[in-house]
């Protein structure tokens, strides 16, 4: 069983900046890409961000890219999301998940199959 648990949330005026965390149980976390989803109250989880497994690929929503980057440090078994420029829009639940096929970054929800409880971020304006 995989267990992801984020961390770093907060409250942060608009144009601040957050660092979120994800750390996952387990030997195999360097083995499946890992993405990045949010749910603000009231509508649909949508993706945020995604990284292959060593790293070297990543995909943005549109609505992200340029302020958000997505990392991840195997050996720590963690994946980041450096936010940016931050938005009042951008305030959401934020929930890290492993990808259900290992070597697939995509930004469907239902390619994903392991999530994390979820970390507020409130971005004030």
């Known amino acids: 069983q995989v267990q992801l648990v984020e961390s770093g949330g907060g409250l942060v005026q608009a144009g601040g900046s957050l660092r979120l965390s994800c750390v996952a149980s387990?030997?195999?976390?360097?083995?499946?890409?890992m993405g990045w989803f949010r749910q603000a109250r009231g509508k649909e989880r949508e993706f945020v961000a995604a990284?292959?497994?060593?790293?070297?690929?990543?995909i943005y929503a549109d609505s992200v890219k340029g302020r958000f980057t997505i990392s991840r440090d195997n050996a720590k078994n963690t994946v980041y999301l450096q936010m940016n420029s931050l938005k009042p829009e951008d305030t959401a639940v934020y929930y890290c998940?492993?990808?259900?096929?290992?070597?697939?970054?995509?930004?469907?929800?239902?390619?994903?199959?392991?999530w994390g409880q979820g970390t507020q971020v409130t971005v004030s304006s």
């Open positions: 387990g030997r195999t976390f360097s083995s499946y890409a």
């Open positions: 998940a492993r990808a259900a096929v290992a070597y697939a970054i995509d930004a469907s929800a239902a390619s994903y199959d392991y």
């Open positions: 990284i292959s497994r060593n790293g070297a690929y990543t």
